[in-house]
């Protein structure tokens, strides 16, 4: 069975849609459908129908689609191990990051990356945690930066983890509300409006397990999904939200931002692979330059 025609019936199942899985091989829609029919010709099944919402998998689609993956994660590790013991990693690696590079030491990551393996390319996809890691589940992401409870001791099961950095979570508020918050608990600081965040983010997930300790409900009154329009919101005088220490601590500086002073929240930054892969080249090479840059 010809590799192409295979990637071709797993990328437009990811995509539901012709145009999308197309842009994403890199090839033209007529190319891509020309694939599509003749894999259904050699199986002589058809694996998908055409509906207003895109393109849905039959009963005979949905029953191939997991063989179909598990084909081209053989055929990826298999390349991945000829070209290791050739002494040259090559392929493309997909990283998902997420808040900001500085953080995640991204730029030094990827330098040491292309110095030590300049046969491997990159995509990089941002996002927040739970969805990365679903990424990484699906094999749709090699590997990825996650933050989570301190020692992420929860992935473990699920995947291979490097914990890089232990960090707090602070509760920043507007520059007027230094009296609401000062002094304050978690109970205290429940009652006055509060920042969300999506349900998949490291902070939701965080924030939700202080709250339902205390058997409270936070009063949300807007939920943002970027960190800069949540420091922003902040500073407006909307609400109080939870930022990382280090983002805390400088908007307190630059930007007369209020910290609460006696609640934090602990959390740690990870980089994961799913466990089924880490003997891959190039996701063990992330895997130790990510070390080497993190210690």
Not at 16 to 42: E, H, M, V, Y
Not at 158 to 164: E, S
């Amino acid at each position: 069975m010809d590799y192409a025609l295979i990637k071709a019936f797993v990328t437009i199942a990811q995509e539901g849609n012709l145009t999308r899985a197309a842009d994403r091989l890199c090839i033209t829609q007529p190319a891509l459908s020309l694939q599509l029919k003749k894999l259904q010709l050699s199986l002589g099944l058809v694996l998908f129908k055409r509906t207003p919402r895109g393109m849905q998998l039959t009963d005979e689609g949905r029953r191939l689609l997991s063989s179909a993956e598990q084909a081209l994660d053989s055929l990826t590790a298999f390349n991945s191990a000829a070209s290791g013991l050739r002494g040259v990693i090559h392929g493309e690696l997909k990283i998902g990051t997420i808040v900001d590079p500085e953080f995640l030491r991204l730029g030094s990551f990827l330098r040491l990356m292309a110095n030590h393996h300049p046969g491997l390319s990159y995509e990089l996809r941002q996002g927040i945690s739970g969805s990365i890691l679903r990424e990484i589940e699906l094999g749709t992401l090699d590997v990825a930066f996650t933050l989570g409870f301190p020692g992420l001791h929860e992935l473990q099961s699920r995947f291979c983890v490097h914990r890089l950095a232990d960090f707090n979570y602070r509760v920043i508020a507007p520059p007027s509300w230094r009296s609401l918050v000062k002094g304050k608990d978690w109970r205290a600081l429940s009652s006055l409006p509060w920042i969300a965040t999506p349900s998949d983010s490291a902070h939701h997930r965080l924030l939700s397990r202080v709250f339902a300790e205390l058997s409270i409900e936070p009063n949300i009154v807007a939920k943002v999904d970027v960190e800069s329009s949540m420091m922003d919101l902040v500073r407006s005088g909307v609400a109080l939200a939870l930022a990382r220490d280090t983002l805390a601590l400088r908007a307190a500086h630059e930007q007369g931002i209020v910290i609460a002073d006696k609640v934090s929240i602990d959390a740690s930054l990870g980089f994961v692979c799913r466990k089924d892969r880490i003997a891959e080249p190039p996701v063990q090479a992330a895997m130790d330059i990510v070390r080497a840059v993190w210690g």
